[in-house]
């Protein structure tokens, strides 16, 4: 009797475990930001490069390297930063209706405002897809968020 409620008592700190450990992992995962601000849903970043301004100053503007973006390629991503002076810089990529797993590259410093990366986008058997770009900017204690949104494989 004394063995199974041992075999119990362990299933249960184990579960325990895992919740906390989930807890403390899921900034990585969901990250949360104090701001998020909303982009011009007109720019289209298959098209052209797409500014923000920041609240409390500033302006940011994505680039993708390569147009249209490509799929199973890497391109370059580049941000701008101007009156704002980032600590550190990501771009989440995600499916709007399919989930194509973890997709966020950290951009680097480039010097004069400018931070620079890689991505490569997943292909969707549909051949068109849906895709946020999250920039996810970190400046001192404060985390923005700035969700761009386009499509692959229709670039009208």
């Known amino acids: 009797m004394n063995k199974k409620i041992l075999i119990d008592a362990i299933g249960v700190l184990l ?3 895992v919740v906390v450990v989930g807890y403390k992992l899921s900034p990585l995962l969901l990250p949360k930001a104090d701001v998020t601000v909303q982009p011009d849903p ?3 970043l298959q098209r052209q490069d797409c500014s923000v301004d920041l609240p ?13 973006i490509p799929l199973v390629k890497p ?3 580049t941000l701008s930063a101007q009156g704002v002076a980032p600590s550190r810089v990501e771009v989440d990529f995600a499916g ?3 989930n194509m797993g973890y997709n966020r590259p950290e951009l680097v410093a480039a010097g004069s405002g400018r931070f620079v990366g890689e991505a490569t986008l997943p292909v969707c ?16 204690r404060e985390r923005i968020a700035i969700p761009f949104r ?4 229709d670039h009208s």
Not at 127 to 135: K, P, S
């Open 150 to 153: 386009f499509t692959s494989g």
């Open 15 to 17: 579960i325990a475990l």
């Open 75 to 77: 391109f370059a991503v």
């Open 96 to 98: 709007i209706d399919m």
């Open 56 to 68: 409390g100053g500033g302006q940011v503007t994505l680039a993708m390297g390569t147009r249209p």
């Open 125 to 140: 058997i549909t051949g068109r897809m849906d895709w946020q770009a999250t920039v996810l900017i970190e400046r001192g």
């Open 42 to 44: 007109a720019c289209n």
